[in-house]
């Protein structure tokens, strides 16, 4: 029986060891290559729930049916070895709480790197979704882009905050100038 422990325990390291290096600040060419061998990973290492349910009920087992060990009906062997028996067995049973956690972390952390990525790709999508259409307007220049992005979406949906009486320069593709409330264009609508 002591290969299966083993087994957890060296399954439980790679876990904590993975879950360690998706937290490590720094790694950033190295995350999304990390990532998704991770991905890749997690459903082999799915394996390790039934095989911890399987080692807590051999320990229940184990528990149930070991010899009681009273004071007086013990030699002092008997003695040290049921001792060591709970100890293995309170050892064991960490162990296996322990692999599942892990699992549980690495799930998770992977997880949320992913969408924070899926997230990062989108600001950049509707960064340069306005860049186009403000550079096709003619409006600003990409410098005076980024804050004005930047207001637009963070902003609450009330528009409470949005700036009024913005004068925007005339653009170059006709003779009128906007000016007024950004909250009241309809292309401001349609990106966000």
Not at 48 to 70: A, Q, S, T
Not at 116 to 137: A, E, G, H, P
Not at 160 to 166: D, E, I, K, L, M
């Amino acid at each position: 029986m002591a290969l299966e422990w083993v087994v957890l325990g060296y399954a439980a390291a790679a876990e904590a060891v993975m879950v360690l290096l998706l937290t490590v600040p720094g790694l950033g060419p190295l995350r999304k290559g990390l990532v998704a061998v991770i991905r890749k990973l997690l459903k082999p290492f799915l394996s390790i729930v039934p095989f911890c349910l399987f080692l807590f009920m051999d320990i229940y087992w184990k528990y149930e049916h070991r010899p009681n060990c009273e004071a007086e009906s013990c030699t002092p062997t008997e003695h040290l070895r049921h001792q060591k028996s709970i100890m293995k067995s309170q050892r064991n049973m960490l162990l296996i709480v322990s692999a599942l956690v892990f699992y549980w972390l690495l799930f998770s952390v992977t997880h949320l790197v992913v969408k924070i990525d899926q997230l990062n790709s989108r600001v950049d999508k509707l960064k340069n979704q306005i860049n186009f259409l403000l550079l096709k307007m003619g409006a600003f220049t990409p410098k005076l882009l980024t804050g004005v992005f930047t207001h637009l979406l963070l902003t609450p949906e009330d528009g409470s905050s949005y700036p009024t009486n913005v004068e925007i320069p005339t653009p170059r593709f006709g003779g009128t100038s906007y000016a007024g409330d950004l909250t009241s264009y309809a292309w401001k609508d349609d990106l966000l």
